[in-house]
């Protein structure tokens, strides 16, 4: 189902975009021209065989490209999508990794925001730099995909095509919530375990150092803290809103508890324990249910003519938590219908995108594959 991309090119040859090229290399896609401004880091992507040229500007890296992947410092992705835009063919789609995905929204025009997928692989590694980089880092992981209203339908599809062929799972959702769902999920909680450590680290209860009597509990809350400073600098600046409306709300929690153990009321702090423990168990269970699978089944979408139906179809579907397996388009005449094919994993999941597809107003159709 899946169209051949074509030539790639990569700006930013760090872990990402490092474990990127060695990703696409080994499912044989390519060539792969990259590009980073320190020469250092192209030079050893190109020995490792992460990019098979390098350029020297970001221009002779774009030439040419089906699609364009920016890895750069996330303070800086508004700005290289921008030039990435510019310089490639107009056919070309242009996609990022970055964390944040508003800002880059943001700096966009319209038709600017019509060839930009935005993009952010839920992964890492411990090493940071190309010598970290390696070529299963994406394989399993969740990849979402941020396409705008304008977003047009084929690049999206070519979009997606790459980045399932690095094994990693794409998934659309809005822009907005996914920066609300980082800030909860992954920049919070980096927030916190620093605070955490930082409050250890300057406390002395009796004279004795509190981190040396720190137990497992402590280690796993705080194991992030203190991971690549600049890069968490750039990250909880970029996400700067969702961020402080995250720490508003956990601030509120904090004082709910603490009015609970001021008053003595034993209740109230059992309560706060026990929701936890119940929305745990929830989220567990959500999880787990996504990763059941079952047999193949396929949507077939009347699709009309215009930007963004494609956007919303697999928004919806992704807001859903419904993972698509795969997906087609196939094109109708000009101004007319065509079909949107979108494969997923079991009956449950297949009745649920029919629904959610058909609130939209179009149509949908499923089958088992």
């Given at each position: 189902?899946?169209?051949?991309?074509?030539?790639?090119?990569?700006?930013?040859?760090?872990?990402?975009?490092?474990?990127?090229?060695?990703?696409?290399?080994?499912?044989?896609?390519?060539p792969?021209?990259?590009?980073?401004?320190?020469?250092?880091?192209?030079?050893?992507?190109?020995?490792?065989?992460?990019?098979?040229?390098?350029?020297?500007?970001?221009?002779?890296?774009v030439?040419?490209?089906?699609?364009?992947?920016?890895?750069?410092?996330?303070?800086?992705?508004?700005?290289?999508?921008?030039?990435?835009l510019?310089?490639?063919?107009?056919?070309?789609?242009?996609?990022?990794?970055?964390?944040?995905?508003?800002?880059?929204?943001?700096?966009?025009?319209?038709?600017?925001?019509?060839?930009?997928?935005?993009g952010?692989?839920?992964?890492g590694?411990?090493?940071?730099?190309?010598?970290?980089?390696?070529?299963?880092?994406?394989?399993?992981?969740?990849?979402?995909?941020?396409?705008?209203?304008?977003?047009?339908?084929?690049?999206?599809?070519?979009?997606?095509a790459?980045?399932?062929?690095?094994?990693?799972?794409p998934?659309?959702?809005?822009?907005?919530?996914?920066?609300?769902?980082?800030?909860?999920?992954?920049?919070?909680?980096?927030?916190?375990?620093?605070?955490?450590?930082?409050?250890?680290?300057?406390?002395?209860?009796?004279?004795?150092?509190?981190?040396?009597?720190?137990?497992?509990?402590?280690?796993?809350?705080?194991?992030?803290?203190?991971?690549?400073?600049?890069?968490?600098?750039?990250?909880?600046?970029?996400?700067?809103?969702?961020?402080?409306?995250?720490?508003?709300?956990?601030?509120?929690?904090?004082?709910?508890?603490?009015?609970?153990?001021?008053?003595?009321d034993?209740?109230?702090?059992?309560?706060?324990?026990?929701?936890?423990?119940?929305?745990?168990?929830?989220?567990?269970?959500?999880?787990d249910?996504?990763?059941?699978?079952?047999?193949?089944?396929?949507?077939?979408?009347?699709?009309?003519?215009?930007?963004?139906?494609?956007s919303?179809?697999?928004?919806?579907?992704?807001?859903g938590?419904?993972?698509?397996?795969?997906?087609?388009?196939?094109?109708?005449?000009?101004?007319?219908?065509?079909?949107?094919?979108?494969?997923?994993?079991?009956?449950?999941?297949?009745?649920?995108?029919?629904?959610?597809?058909?609130?939209?107003?179009?149509?949908?159709?499923?089958?088992?594959?």
């Amino acid at each position: 189902m899946r169209p051949t991309p074509g030539p790639i090119a990569i700006l930013g040859l760090g872990l990402m975009g490092g474990s990127l090229g060695l990703a696409l290399r080994d499912a044989g896609i390519g060539p792969i021209v990259g590009f980073d401004p320190d020469s250092g880091a192209a030079a050893a992507a190109l020995k490792l065989h992460a990019v098979t040229d390098v350029a020297a500007t970001v221009p002779d890296a774009v030439a040419g490209a089906a699609v364009v992947f920016v890895a750069a410092p996330l303070g800086r992705v508004p700005e290289v999508v921008r030039q990435a835009l510019a310089a490639a063919p107009p056919g070309s789609v242009v996609s990022d990794l970055g964390s944040a995905k508003r800002m880059v929204v943001d700096a966009l025009g319209g038709d600017e925001r019509a060839r930009f997928i935005g993009g952010h692989p839920i992964c890492g590694g411990e090493r940071a730099g190309i010598g970290g980089a390696r070529a299963d880092l994406f394989r399993g992981a969740t990849w979402f995909l941020t396409p705008g209203a304008e977003a047009r339908p084929d690049l999206y599809e070519r979009a997606y095509a790459v980045i399932s062929a690095t094994g990693a799972r794409p998934a659309a959702i809005d822009a907005d919530v996914h920066d609300r769902l980082m800030a909860l999920v992954s920049h919070v909680p980096h927030v916190l375990a620093a605070a955490l450590i930082n409050q250890a680290a300057a406390t002395a209860p009796g004279g004795r150092e509190a981190l040396r009597s720190a137990g497992p509990s402590f280690d796993d809350l705080t194991r992030v803290a203190g991971a690549n400073p600049p890069l968490w600098a750039d990250i909880l600046l970029a996400n700067r809103d969702a961020v402080l409306d995250a720490l508003a709300d956990f601030r509120g929690r904090l004082e709910q508890v603490e009015a609970a153990i001021t008053a003595g009321d034993r209740a109230g702090v059992t309560a706060f324990v026990a929701d936890a423990a119940d929305g745990r168990r929830r989220l567990r269970a959500g999880r787990d249910a996504a990763g059941s699978g079952g047999e193949p089944w396929e949507i077939v979408v009347g699709i009309p003519d215009r930007p963004g139906a494609v956007s919303e179809i697999t928004t919806a579907l992704g807001h859903g938590h419904i993972n698509i397996d795969d997906l087609a388009l196939r094109p109708g005449p000009p101004g007319g219908v065509g079909e949107f094919v979108v494969r997923v994993a079991g009956a449950d999941a297949a009745e649920a995108a029919v629904g959610l597809i058909t609130a939209l107003g179009l149509r949908a159709e499923a089958e088992r594959a």
